[in-house]
């Protein structure tokens, strides 16, 4: 069980909207830790798309956008495009664990 | 081009060991903070270890209990992953990747380069 939660999986049609939460407590995401966003293709490595809560790295599409109140984050998607279908990993730290980089359980993203 | 690429993976019997290496290419492998990361089959990320960028900080996941054992040789771009008393939960394609920073430590650092990840199995 991962120490950010995830849903599973979330689908939409094609040009919808869609979000993915990353659930933390106060000793992670509540403790003001940064929370960073992958995407995984099927059979690729992980690809930074959100770092520190809501910046996103040269060459991303300002489609994905980061936020993060409280102990939560979220990952948004607009104008869902097929492409876009892939796993994402949302990830902070936390303070409990020695030196403890934490990785939210991914979200299968499916677009219908 | 900046890059990072994996290998010593392969099949192993329970019990063990393996070396990982991960070359660093296309950027001043000495400034960065170093990461392995892995992910069973059909599971998600797991963080494994992190090497500061002159090896004097070092951190491991607590699941591994002192089996595994991270390195680093700057004047050879290298990064690696030493994995004793290995076990069939240890299966798992294991990525290196680079922390977001330079020069600095942050500890809740992203991870902008990844390598392609190299593919470990333990079985007898």
């Known amino acids: 069980q991962s120490v950010l939660t995830q849903p599973p999986s979330v689908s939409e049609a094609p040009g919808q909207r869609v979000t993915i939460s990353c659930t933390g407590s106060s000793s992670n995401i509540g403790a003001g830790y940064d929370v960073h966003w992958y995407q995984q293709l099927p059979g690729t490595a992980p690809k930074l798309l959100i770092y520190?809560?809501?910046i996103r790295p040269s060459g991303v599409p300002d489609r994905f956008s980061g936020s993060k109140s409280g102990t939560s984050a979220s990952l948004a998607i607009t104008g869902l495009q097929a492409e876009d279908e892939a796993d994402y990993y949302c990830?902070?730290?936390?303070?409990?664990?020695?030196?403890?980089?934490?990785f939210g359980g991914g979200t299968k993203l499916t677009v219908l | 081009e900046v890059q990072l690429v994996e290998s010593g993976g392969g099949l192993v019997k329970p019990g063990g060991s393996l070396r990982l290496s991960c070359a660093a290419s296309?950027?001043?492998?000495?400034?960065?903070?170093m990461n392995w990361v892995r992910q069973a089959p059909g599971r998600g990320l797991e963080w494994v270890s992190s090497i500061s960028s002159t090896s004097t900080y070092i951190y491991y996941a607590d699941s591994l209990k002192g089996r595994f054992t991270i390195s680093r040789d700057n004047a050879k771009n290298s990064l690696y992953l030493q994995m004793d008393s290995l076990r069939a939960e240890d299966t798992a394609v294991y990525y290196c990747?680079?922390?977001?920073?330079?020069?600095?430590?942050?500890?809740?650092?992203?991870?902008?380069?990844w390598g392609q990840g190299t593919v470990v199995t333990v079985s007898s």
């Open positions: 296309g950027f001043t492998f000495s400034n960065y903070t």
């Open positions: 990830q902070s730290f936390d303070s409990r664990l020695s030196g403890s980089v934490v």
């Open positions: 520190g809560n809501f």
């Open positions: 990747a680079r922390d977001l920073a330079t020069m600095i430590i942050v500890i809740d650092d992203a991870f902008d380069i």
